[in-house]
């Protein structure tokens, strides 16, 4: 029987004949060139894993194949043409063209969801066969990112690849990673050893919502990525043509730096952070501070392949600035009339080092705040203008940045933030407050009004794990939300109305049933997946939105 063609995204165009390709009947499958080589390697060996059919990779074939081909001219990465693809399957066997090898890995995402569900399996469960379709795709959005906080709670690099492997699956391009904060430091810097022997671990952890903190658990928690770990991460995400954004948060959330390196902080130190909020320690102004950040920035720049580094730049507070001897002379020396400034002088020399690194700097919204001139008198940008700005507050600030002339990552807390709550019943695991529910997420609008998408570069959907300890509880968190925000960020409106969301999310489930992933069914948590009365119990707390400034 003719299965129900149903994909997530959506395509933008989609036309269905009757019938079925076997893929057995196949004999290679054929790439010219070494890119397209080598995602024809890794499509061969997706189909040999779920359906046990190997099928060769030939430069060259005279018959009935899978053709992966590069044609015209090529689009500049980070394009929306550079993800654009054609699909064909019929009787003759599989076409699959792009302008860039990028859209070829797209291409074989949807090629696998085109397979039977139980094809997603580790080991042959299902048969080689796709449904006749003519596909032509191309994302809405340049960027479409999902952030994994491997801060607070440490993830183990296997998870990592699989959430890859997870947002290659949704046509996702970009995973970002949430490498430090105040809980922990989890990259390794060879020049500065005590950010992991002291930075990357804490004593124990909170039991319950931070707020509602009676007890810790006396658990020693951590761990860290070594340089070999992230040049595997980000080999495998360039296998499968998406960018791993590495995060390093300054000047703020600095707890675990400053109890590895005290001398660098604008305060007393303390320990590596066992709870969670907003802390005061911040680094101090100095030529030392800027000393470490470059140190950590040339490791990042080793390392890290994408063409952007995140360099934080949320919540941080001015309270030790404020008192603090070093930041005074400084704001007397730079002309900084607002202590904001001292944030804005960051902005700026972490920028500048990375733009000679020949990277473009991130930041979360804050960085737009407290630029001031010499005078005192008009307030300008606090981050220089080829800086990304991610919002997170509020999509006011969507149009603040883009006022300024920033590009835009669009990932306000109110609509992608799914560490939120998704539903509200009482036996939803314990989160960190709000409630966006998947038909909250399928509503969403990226592209807020009165904002040119031009200046959208993209949207990300964020797992801060505050709440979040183990693997399975930010699989929970993320699924099947992130389905749907893949589906929002790809799809135009018009393909999207075509086919209602939330149908094709009945078929989808059976995907993330065969890769074994924790999602929360549409009917509330399975009664493993509960609260319960224990120390993942339900707290709530009302989500208060940022206003706008
Ligand atoms: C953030 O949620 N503080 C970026």
Redesign the pocket.
Known sequence: MQRRISLIPQPRHLHADDGELDLASLGAIVAGDPETGSLAWLLSDLLARGTGLRLPVAEAFDGPAVRLRVDGARPADFTTAAEAYRLETSAGGIDLAAAHPAGIARGIATLRQLLPADALREAPSAAARVPHVAIEDEPRLRWRGVMLDVARHFQPKDFVLRMIDRAWMHRLNVVHLHLTDDQGWRLEVPSRPELTAVGSWRDETVVGHALDAAEFDGTPHGGFYTLGDVREIVAYARARHITVVPEINLPG?TRAVLAAYPELGAGPAEPVATTFG?FEEVLEPTEEALAFARDVFDVVAEVFDSPFVHI?G??VPTTQWESSKTAKELMESEGIADVRGVQAWFTRNLTGHLTGLGRRVIG???ILDGGEDRDGGSLEGGAPAEAVV?V??NEAYVKKAAAAGHEVIV?P?PYV?FDHYEGDGPDEPLRIHGHTSTGKVAAWDPVPDGVEESSVLGAQC?L?SEYLPHYRDVEYAAFPRLAVFADVVWSGPGARRAAPVEERLEDHVARLEAMGVNYRPAAGPRPWQAGGEGRRKRFDRAFVEHEAE
């Open positions: 959330h907003i934080g949320d919540e979360w919204d804050e991610s997170w507050r990932a807390e933030y964020q801060w």
